[in-house]
């Protein structure tokens, strides 16, 4: 069985930075690609970034490239996300995501490509 667990949500004031963890257990964490996602209220679930199983390779949702860093410490088997200069419409829950498929030489963006998700953090961030 799968875990992913998020950390690192809050409140903050726009311009502010969180960095998000997910700290993941019952996989070979290094063979797969890892992604967030985002949820508003009444939104549906959109892509933010993704990351290589190797770390070599980088996706961004254009909302938040330049001010979103997705990184990895596979020794640690876990996914962070650094987010710099936040606004009012990051505000959501972040999910991590892991690729259903191993060792994929292309980053995925799409929902149906991840499988096993964490529980969310929630984001808010104040104008």
């Known amino acids: 069985q799968v875990q992913l667990v998020e950390s690192g949500g809050g409140l903050v004031q726009a311009g502010g930075s969180l960095r998000l963890s997910c700290e993941a257990s019952g996989r070979t964490f290094s063979r797969n690609n890892m992604g967030w996602f985002r949820q508003a209220p009444g939104k549906e679930r959109e892509f933010v970034a993704a990351i290589k199983w190797s770390g070599s390779s980088t996706r961004y949702a254009d909302s938040v490239k330049g001010r979103f860093t997705i990184s990895r410490d596979n020794a640690k088997n876990t996914v962070y996300l650094q987010m710099n200069s936040l606004k009012p419409e990051d505000t959501a829950v972040y999910y991590c995501?892991?690729?259903?498929?191993?060792?994929?030489?292309?980053?995925?963006?799409?929902?149906?490509?991840?499988?096993?998700w964490g529980q969310g953090t929630q984001v808010t961030v104040s104008s």
């Open positions: 995501t892991s690729d259903r498929r191993t060792l994929r030489t292309t980053v995925g963006t799409t929902l149906s490509e991840y499988d096993y």
